[in-house]
């Protein structure tokens, strides 16, 4: 008689044999794992400053217009949703991510992942010329381009950035590419770089009719430790001409999340890993904001910003931080980001580019909406400067939406808002997109 | 020379843009990868046994397997992730309430409702060796279920599975003792012997 145990490996393998797992199970689990990051990183900072203001002033509902809980001051303006004329347009299974927001010739564009429950993302665009009446694109998006390195409108043309994968006798080599666009349907791929194994990258306009293009190179395919930002620009998107650095150190373990010019001047946001000497490969690098600054085409200099505010409330990892995004002023330039881990929304402001002060935002008020996940900044011809982005509250995950009108000294709540935003012809717009369907914003000032 | 051009696939965009997550974005996912690979079915499968619930195991399944991309230190370690992975997906899967109801499901999908409480050895009678010894794990007391699984059906070892539940190695072999005699008098092998 075959003995229990033999019976049993023996019923466990056929069971084994027949189950299934679907892809989508992955995806799903990655798509929750990465929303837990945040809010795990969030959480103590966010649940620390709530506890501190609510003892102090009582614990406002998150839910409603935040407007009406600003402590002191009035507001300048405030964010409206557009009803779209279709109003399915934006609708679909799934989430929808929005991950960019450009006017591009007479029209705004807005880019997006939908994310349905079957792992099946899907890139889509919609386009409108008056905020209203949209047109959705469901684009033959080209593989291996990435929604997220930036959309850039130049000219007629629409670019994002790629990495592709090319066999050369029986060895891969990964290059960073480029890829236009004049109608949302045909896309052209322009070839920026082979050398290397690469990571993310990001396209940026300018400085002039040129295009800046970022990736970071890494030796080990497997991990960006000792990875190195590297940029190219061009003016036809054939000839790519690698910027330098100032130094060897200048691009060392950075990496960016946007590229922005102004004038002659183009910055570099983002983070530099510090990991401490002799790191194990266990311990985590510490994150510090960055920007890189080039002007007139010149070498680039590295600014580490600092994370130090007058906070009393930290979660203990001061330091950590990331640039997402940066504004010209009148006067100087402005930064957002997070810190203390991600747990806290910053500004840092700068009248040379070499000297940053650190502005955090929204302790003073007595109802602090979620302050970190600030993915978008914008400046206004009258001075006023918006930000947004999403991020988590005791609630979950929500949109983010500042405005300051000091060139980015002080800030305060902008009620609720979009989480991708941009400047169309002076006007700030926007899309929101978690949780739901996405939503199209317009910021109004107050008469 | 011939050259063969192929795309990446597109990178997940929360991923990408949460803020401290750029960091490891593209590491990480090839370890989860792995691991979804190589344990996913079994998993899915352990899961579905001790529940009685495929679409529960699967959901407790992904559960799991975001934990642990949301612990991303544990997928630098890989001898040690697949325990981490099944510890997550059986605490969950015994925290919750539903098991009792899934116990339910699990013998209707085996039989009638009638079957509910009843003798296992009844069953064997009128259906197939691989159904009965299905449901005679399924009647297991939970921690020597678990134990059952996670050593027969996902091949972890003895230390694994101990580790994965939380006892010690000793506690693993004594519920594995215990559940297979439990087994045997259910299905009347000893009976038999």
Redesign the interface.
């Known amino acids: 008689m075959i003995d229990l145990e033999t019976q049993l490996r023996s019923t466990f393998a056929q069971h084994h044999d027949s189950v299934r797992v679907d892809r989508g199970l992955l995806d799903g689990a990655i798509r929750k794992g990465n929303r837990r990051i945040r809010v795990r990183r969030a959480a103590l900072g966010v649940a620390a400053v709530l506890a501190v203001i609510g003892s102090a002033v009582g614990l406002a509902s998150l839910e409603g217009d935040d407007r009406s809980e600003v402590a002191a001051g009035t507001d300048v303006g405030h964010w409206s949703t557009v009803e779209a004329t279709d109003p399915d347009v934006f609708s679909g299974d799934g989430d929808t991510y929005i991950t960019a927001v450009t006017p591009w010739k007479d029209q705004v564009v807005v880019l997006g992942v939908r994310q349905p429950a079957t792992g099946d993302n899907t890139v889509l665009a919609w386009t409108s010329d008056n905020g209203i009446d949209w047109e959705r694109h469901e684009l033959d998006w080209p593989t291996g381009c990435d929604p997220n390195g930036g959309l850039v409108a130049r000219g007629d043309q629409l670019l994002v950035t790629c990495r592709s994968i090319t066999t050369i006798a029986g060895e891969d080599v990964v290059s960073v590419d480029v890829a236009t666009t004049a109608d949302l349907a045909r896309w052209t791929v322009h070839h920026v770089t082979s050398d290397g194994q690469w990571f993310g990258s990001l396209v940026g306009s300018g400085p002039g009719d040129t295009v800046t293009v970022q990736a970071l190179a890494a030796q080990d395919p497997d991990t960006t430790v000792g990875a190195r930002t590297r940029v190219w620009s061009s003016s036809d998107l054939t000839i790519w001409t690698e910027m330098t650095g100032e130094t060897v150190e200048t691009f060392l373990d950075g990496q960016a999340t946007a590229i922005r010019t102004f004038d002659e001047v183009t910055i570099i946001t983002g983070m530099v890993n510090d990991w401490p000497a002799g790191a194990g490969p266990d311990e985590p690098a510490v994150m510090r904001p960055a920007v890189w600054v080039s002007t007139a085409a010149g070498p680039f200099r590295r600014t580490i910003l600092d994370t130090n505010t007058t906070a009393s409330v930290t979660s203990g990892n001061e330091a950590a931080g990331v640039v997402m995004d940066v504004a010209a002023t009148s006067s100087g330039y402005v930064a957002v980001g997070s810190g203390d881990g991600g747990s806290t929304g910053l500004a840092w402001t700068s009248t040379n580019l070499s000297d940053w002060t650190v502005v955090s935002f929204g302790h003073a008020s007595t109802n602090t909406p979620a302050q970190n996940g600030l993915r978008t900044i914008v400046s206004r011809s009258d001075g006023t400067l918006l930000a947004a982005g999403d991020g988590t509250n005791v609630d979950g995950l929500t949109t983010i939406a500042w405005q300051s009108t000091d060139r980015g000294r002080s800030w305060r709540p902008a009620g609720r808002g979009p989480s991708v935003i941009a400047n169309w012809n002076d006007r700030p717009v926007g899309m929101s997109s978690l949780p739901g369907q996405p939503r199209f914003w317009t910021w109004e000032r107050e008469e | ?27 990480t ?2 370890a ?2 792995e691991l ?1 690979a190589a344990q ?3 998993l ?2 352990a899961l ?2 001790f529940t009685g619930d495929a679409a529960e195991a ?1 959901d407790l ?10 612990s991303r ?1 544990r997928l ?2 890989p001898d040690r992730s697949a325990s981490y992975l099944y510890s997550v997906a059986f605490n969950l899967a015994r925290s919750r309430w539903r098991r009792q109801a899934s116990l339910g499901r699990a013998l209707l999908r085996l039989g009638r409702n009638d079957d509910i409480g009843q003798d296992v050895s009844a069953i064997s009678a009128e259906r197939g ?2 159904a009965t ?2 449901a005679a ?1 399924t009647a297991l007391p939970e921690r020597q279920r678990a134990c ?1 699984l996670l050593h ?2 996902s091949d972890l070892s003895v230390a694994e599975t101990a580790s994965a539940l939380g006892i010690s190695t000793n506690s693993v072999k004594t519920h594995l003792q215990r559940g ?1 005699a439990a ?2 008098a259910s ?1 009347g ?1 000893e009976n ?2």
């Open positions: 020379m011939m050259r063969q051009r192929r795309m990446e696939g597109m990178v997940d965009p929360q991923a990408v843009v949460a803020l401290p997550m750029i960091l490891d974005v593209e590491v996912p090839l989860l990868e979804f996913s079915r079994r899915v499968g579905t046994i699967e399944a992904q559960e799991a397997f975001a934990r642990v991309h949301a230190s630098r370690a060796n691989a010894m299905l794990v059952v027969y059906y297979l087994m045997r299905l092998e038999r012997s």
